[in-house]
């Protein structure tokens, strides 16, 4: 018997509120999994590391763990070994990769987390059998990525698909990124959480869905800023789909229904053009996870 | 003596302003050209036609044209056969490519005039040897393109890089297109003439160059907001480098300086990344007739 056979490969995604890790099928399904909350971005990379070691450890008690890949919230070089610039955590210019396999002692692929929900989306979930797809995540903040001939497309150091970080107000709201008027401060979990003054942006899907009119309200206004900043993206990419992940997406259609009006009433040249299907991701919130686990596998060879 | 030693090759840019054309080697130059103003949006295509049509005649009285490249300021389909929708000239679904044949007895392409200004530049001016370039092209509004390892990133429909349609500010200044808010309302041939109150952007960059302070001032605050939207173009594409061509890149440094300076101050993680270079078109506002020529010879096979 092979290790192959015995072992398990793990994909992890650290977002800006959780953090998700599972075991994950060579066809992209989650067999088991845990959920951790991140680690506050004042605290040291050291405690996020931790936290993804614990999660591994608890995943391969029974089976070793052959290789792991983690989706993170932050900007990744080329190279997957570092996370240069995080608005959401502690890391800047860290090292994550060599740190989690001095760690773990068995192969670590990083990569951005909207990179590996992308990923997914296209090999296993909604995206399967198109070319061009626009991807968004919508959690603590607006994660994104461009798929280009059916593979994400990275930028000339790995740091594209930062929609989130795209101005939509000038002078606007303050982004943890250092920024003014950053669109993910007008649709994004801590956005609705700041709004309904909740604890978090799930806290508000929840309330929206049990039927309470503010937070159905609130909904309404994030997804037509959604929209509002979809139809840009649709001006600069035009592409044949848009995929919504993320926990925020949990939300369906009281989201995406004012996402798609807004799309299609600012859609430049309408009337003129095909316009885009918005769906929410296949595969929900595990996307990032099975992503980054289907990375990693790849990387093994 | 073959067809291929005694014709030409014509390259047409078709912008909102003027219409500019010419004969350009298989090295890129051009070596006879003729420039007409563009009929205005509210006359049929066939005027256009007409002044494309006079501009080839004109260029090949002497050796016959064996085949000619357009690009032309709207929205063109993936074939090259069709523009759907331009917001600055007459066309909407209005098919191009087989109109000009019929009429021109050679082969033609068209594609969208940032498109082919950006493949210019990228074989034979200032993005020669790099692989993710951002173009922008600065005329009666703003054009663009994504280049993707080094060719130009259609999206879905052939309609990508109308970065100039999106939005930057919530319910600002009224389109052509059709919207409110769009970056070319802030930044673009038209939006300094309007300004300005002078009959053409290139009057305000004249009047700038010449020494006339409010004429400088108000370049500076065009080159404010081309930097700010490049900012945000960079946090989704993370391109090595930006190239600005087009009839207003003639401003040079009285846009680019303050241009650069708005970017570096909006660029999302910056100091933690490689900050890309802002060069302009080094092929100047010939970039969009060569790129056509280039890709009309290309398609010769």
Redesign the interface.
Known sequence: VSLVSTGVVIGVDVGGTNVLAGVVTPDGRVVSSVQQQTPHRNKHPRVVEDTIARAVRELSAERPALAVGVGAAG?VDTSGSTV??S?HLSW??EPLRAALEARLGVPVTVDNDANTTARAECRFGAGVGH??VLCITLGTGIG?A?V?DAAV??????????????????GGRVCE???RG?WEQYVSGNALARAAAATTGLAVVEAARAGEASAVELLAEAGAWLG?GL???C???????IVVGGGLSQAGDLLLDPARAALLR?L???????E?AVLPAALGVDAGLIGAADLARARLG
Do not use: I, K
């Open positions: 900007f240069a610039f608005p800047r210019n070319a061009q994104g461009l280009v497309f990275r930028g000339a150091h790995g740091m594209a698909g930062e929609f989130g970080h795209m101005q939509v107000v000038p990124c250092g920024n950053c509002t139809a840009s993206l001006a600069a990419f035009d592409p044949e789909l600012n430049t040249g309408r009337g003129y053009r095909p885009p």
